[in-house]
């Protein structure tokens, strides 16, 4: 019998990718409403009561309302939305972020899917950590520039509304540069840090893709380690990993403007990580990934994939 498995919230951004990368599998059954149904509270919980993993593609306050419905249910949940991404009682879906992590993963009963921004970050910070190399309580900042699906269909149709003109942008926008941002207390959990991030997001003019870069001084680095210690770490962390590339370390001159494309990623459930040392002793680290792959979508099916104890990346598309 085939486990079955139902997306709430198919219609919108992430939702309807996940669908759309799942509709064809032979290994589970998809659960669907139809449209007339699909916002009808008790339809939808009669979905997921019968639903094995229920993957949630909602707003907070639905998701916590949902988390209720299967209290005592033997329903198990895939939050796409930033409701529990630092409860405890949560495992968080990133296989990749520490040794034990997908088997945490695949015996949770509930799993929060990650941020976007916060996969970059975490799996950039946290080896460093770690390590040694980087002090928890170290002032640590990240610029991230996020294709603009990353706000959902709101942003879209504002981005691609002809008379706003901002497909043709030239440049990125900054946003929450006075508010704090959603991720904050998730980026800070899961990379182990103390001490809060200034955290400067922006949007560009292109639908998907996402560049997180973090630039390390080189006071900040433990015991004077150099960009090519930084890498090593990075590099034996996420070896044989099959959805984290760490990128050779560049040679001096070689990154131009084509080597850290937001957008190289995309249609993927990959990230690649870059280090790029400076002759100062500073060093920049960058992470590539699409904000609707990786950075959701892909990490929800590879998620469920473990918890079915599926191949990790079933239903995924070609990683090559």
């Known amino acids: 019998m085939l486990p079955?498995?139902?997306?709430?919230?198919?219609?919108?951004?992430?939702?309807?990718?996940?669908?759309?990368?799942?509709?064809?599998?032979?290994?589970?059954?998809?659960l669907t409403l139809p449209e007339e149904l699909r916002r009808n509270p008790e339809e939808r919980r009669g979905q997921i009561m019968e639903a094995d993993v229920a993957v949630l593609c909602l707003p907070d306050d639905a998701a916590q309302e949902v988390a209720?419905?299967?209290?005592?249910?033997?329903?198990?949940?895939?939050?796409?939305?930033?409701?529990?991404?630092?409860?405890?009682?949560?495992?968080?879906?990133?296989?990749?972020?520490?040794?034990?992590?997908?088997?945490?993963?695949?015996?949770a009963k509930l799993v929060s899917n990650p941020g976007c921004y916060p996969t970059g970050f975490s799996l950039l910070v946290r080896p460093l950590v770690d390590a040694g190399l980087l002090a928890p309580e170290a002032p640590v900042s990240l610029n991230a520039l996020s294709g603009y699906s990353g706000g959902g269909n709101s942003l879209i149709s504002k981005w691609e509304d002809p008379e706003n003109g901002l497909d043709s942008l030239p440049y990125e926008a900054p946003y929450s540069l006075y508010a704090r941002h959603k991720h904050i207390p998730e980026m800070m959990k899961y990379a182990r840090l103390a001490s809060e991030p200034q955290f400067i997001p922006a949007v560009g003019p292109f639908r998907c893709?996402?560049?997180?870069?973090?630039?390390?001084?080189?006071?900040?680095?433990a015991g004077g380690a150099t960009g090519e210690k930084v890498w090593e770490v990075l590099y034996e962390r996420?070896?044989?990993?099959?959805?984290?590339?760490?990128?050779?370390?560049?040679?001096?001159?070689?990154?131009n403007e084509r080597s850290f494309n937001p957008e190289v990623?995309?249609?993927?459930?990959?990230?690649?990580?870059?280090?790029?040392?400076?002759?100062?002793?500073?060093?920049?680290?960058?992470?590539?990934?699409?904000?609707?792959?990786?950075?959701?979508?892909?990490?929800?099916i590879q998620n469920l994939n473990l918890m079915l104890d599926f191949d990790e990346g079933a239903g995924l598309p070609d990683q090559s």
């Open 209 to 221: 893709g996402m560049r997180v870069q973090v630039p390390l001084h080189a006071s900040m680095l």
């Open 238 to 255: 996420y070896q044989g990993e099959r959805f984290v590339e760490v990128a050779h370390l560049p040679e001096p001159g070689a990154v």
């Open 4 to 30: 079955k498995v139902f997306i709430d919230g198919h219609t919108g951004t992430t939702g309807l990718r996940i669908h759309q990368w799942m509709t064809g599998r032979d290994d589970i059954e998809l």
């Open 68 to 107: 209720g419905w299967v209290q005592d249910a033997d329903t198990r949940l895939i939050d796409a939305s930033t409701a529990h991404r630092v409860a405890d009682d949560w495992a968080y879906g990133l296989p990749e972020l520490e040794p034990g992590q997908r088997e945490t993963i695949h015996n």
């Open 265 to 300: 990623c995309n249609d993927s459930n990959r990230i690649q990580l870059h280090v790029a040392p400076h002759p100062s002793g500073h060093v920049l680290l960058v992470a590539l990934l699409d904000n609707l792959g990786k950075g959701a979508c892909g990490a929800a």
